[in-house]
């Protein structure tokens, strides 16, 4: 069936360092999605690709989506203490599923 | 308003209870969704209803039975639960039904004893 897994499963960075998180597909998406989930809260919406080779910006994220459309990263630039949360991709293969998650932690 | 928003917050039942968890949204969104979340884990997709009728259900035990009143509601009843089925449901929704920005809810976190 289909999976989608993320790396590191777990990032500790001093505040200031860069981070990412890839997620990997075992199927074609048709669009990769990326959410932030706060300890206690609930998934946020940051931003949906679509296009093969896709590369979109927010302030200090920058979002991919490989040329295969299997693959997709999230890099996060000179993090802040603001960034901790767990970060979780989303694709619709055959089925919508969300990705292992990558929990980040900011240590000021 | 952006906001969807669940009842109650928190719930504790037996197994041999009966209860409702609710979901509300006046974003004029067609699509709304009911995810399962374990600790340390993703959420799972239980059950997507497109413009008030069911159009995708994950292969969710009997248990669970979801109902959509109207487009703006989105309820989930629960019976004979098991300890297993303790979690966070999230409730979600969207545009349309093509799994496009979702907005969650605050969830409901459910402790069957």
């Known amino acids: 069936g289909q999976q989608v897994m993320q790396i590191p499963q777990y990032q500790h960075v001093q505040e200031g360092e860069d981070f990412t998180t890839y997620c990997n597909s075992s199927t074609t998406l048709s669009n990769i999605q990326w959410y932030k989930q706060r300890p206690g809260g609930h998934p946020v919406f940051l931003i949906q690709l679509v296009k093969s080779g896709e590369v979109k910006k927010q302030k200090r994220l920058t979002f991919q989506f490989g040329e295969a459309k299997k693959n997709s990263s999230l890099h996060i630039t000179a993090t802040q203490t603001t960034d901790v949360g767990t970060y979780f991709c989303a694709g619709l293969g055959n089925q919508f599923y969300f990705g292992t998650g990558t929990s980040l932690t900011v240590i000021p | 308003d952006t906001e969807v928003t669940q009842t109650p917050k928190h719930l504790v039942m037996g197994m041999t209870n009966k209860k409702s968890l609710k979901c509300e949204q006046h974003?004029?969104?067609?699509?709304m969704y009911w995810y399962k979340q374990k600790a340390k884990k993703p959420p799972e997709l239980m059950f997507v209803?497109?413009?008030?009728?069911?159009?995708i259900n994950e292969s969710v035990p009997s248990r669970f039975s979801p109902e959509c009143p109207n487009s703006s509601l989105l309820n989930l009843h629960l019976h004979a639960l098991q300890p297993e089925d303790s979690a966070l449901y999230l409730c979600?929704?969207?545009?349309?039904?093509?799994?496009?920005?979702?907005?969650f809810g605050p969830g409901t976190r459910l402790t069957v004893l």
């Open positions: 979600a929704s969207s545009q349309d039904h093509q799994y496009n920005e979702q907005f």
């Open positions: 209803y497109s413009y008030e009728k069911l159009s």
């Open positions: 974003m004029g969104h067609r699509a």
